[in-house]
């Protein structure tokens, strides 16, 4: 069985982590994203995957090559213009001539694709769903199932735009099974909507629909707010990141060639990347992400950020609920909190970002 991996979109509301790269190379603690959806599938026996682009195509080619270092096969759909998640599978339709899996690309989740592959052949349905119940719907459109008389995996009967107000609902983990009889509901050319247009127009004409019940975990890492929770639930055991080690008994994961000195202190859960340096004196914790080659200096303190690589943060700064991004170099003394920076961004010596007046 093929797999589709769906990652168009310019991801604008990452940014500015964002202006320099796709989202599927967004690190997620120190790997790009796309590898925590290689890895599941790749359990589930599925290694031939597509990956379906239209923003910064180079970068992610040169980032993933043929797969071969990741143990999948990868071929490259790169669109013309933007075509939609409909658009993209249109866009690839000569490539599935049985049915295949199709995965949105900020979909994080630990998703078991065998079971829902198997839902999918029980009910011999033209689509599936992967379903989560959320306590909160209103940033999701939401999805009504209902369960069959003869058993069996419950079938979707409506699709409903976002919630006018919060409240509980079953939401799409962005995970699903198509029959090829799925390109009979997508226009001969141009965009369109998998979960706008194609999706209700299979329930309006009655075809099988399937849901597929997930209760284990799901977020999207599409906005700033749930990336940064997502690292906490990966620092927490919420979800296992593969390739990233294993915590100490602090609850801190450091990698075999990070250098730590022993006057510094590290609280869990955090990591420490590969090649990273902490000096002493240093407080790194809880919840701090160092990456690949940061450097931090003495008597700084890192607490609840994200640092991307090759990041430096000098002698007695202050870094607090912020992500900055690669290169980005924080002044002697200098205190950040709460702030999100692109891309070798640069913080003067002894400055406070944000400024608070007396």
């Not at 379903?131 to 719907?137: K, M």
């Not at 003869?150 to 609902?169: A, H, I, Y």
């Amino acid at each position: 069985m093929k797999a589709v991996i769906l990652i168009g979109g310019k991801a604008l509301r990452l940014r500015p982590l964002t202006f320099r790269r796709p989202k599927a190379i967004v690190p997620l603690l120190t790997r790009p994203f796309l590898v925590t959806q290689f890895e599941l599938l790749r359990k589930a026996g599925i290694t031939d995957i597509v990956l379906c682009l239209a923003s910064l195509p180079r970068r992610i080619e040169a980032t993933f090559g043929d797969g071969n270092a990741f143990g999948v096969s990868l071929r490259y759909s790169v669109e013309p213009k933007p075509l939609g998640t409909g658009g993209a599978i249109g866009h690839v339709k000569s490539l599935l001539s049985e049915p295949f899996v199709c995965l949105n690309g900020d979909a994080l989740t630990d998703l078991d694709f065998r079971a829902l592959v198997g839902s999918h052949e029980s009910a011999r349905a033209t689509l599936t769903l992967a379903l989560t119940q959320v306590a909160d719907a209103s940033p999701y459109g939401v999805v009504e199932a209902e369960d069959l008389p003869t058993g069996g995996p419950p079938r979707v009967v409506r699709f409903t735009e976002k919630p006018d107000s919060p409240g509980p609902g079953k939401i799409s983990v962005g995970a699903y099974v198509m029959d090829p009889a799925i390109f009979e509901f997508l226009p001969g050319k141009g965009a369109s909507s998998l979960e706008h247009e194609v999706f209700p127009a299979v329930v309006a004409a009655g075809r099988p629909v399937a849901a597929h019940r997930h209760a284990g975990y799901f977020t999207d890492i599409g906005v700033i707010s749930r990336y940064r929770q997502a690292h906490r639930d990966a620092l927490d055991g919420k979800i296992r990141i593969p390739g990233v080690g294993r915590p100490n008994p602090g609850g801190v994961i450091v990698d075999e060639t990070a250098s730590v000195h022993p006057g510094a202190r590290l609280i869990g859960p955090s990591l420490v990347g590969p090649e990273t340096q902490v000096r002493e004196g240093a407080e790194i914790g809880p919840y701090a992400v160092l990456g690949r080659r940061v450097r931090v200096e003495a008597n700084a303190r890192i607490r609840d950020s994200i640092l991307w690589a090759h990041t430096r943060i000098s002698e007695d700064a202050t870094v607090t609920e912020a992500i900055l991004g690669v290169s980005s170099f924080i002044g002697p003394g200098a205190s950040l909190s709460g702030a999100v920076l692109g891309d070798k961004s640069t913080v003067a010596a002894h400055s406070t970002v944000p400024w608070l007046k007396n």
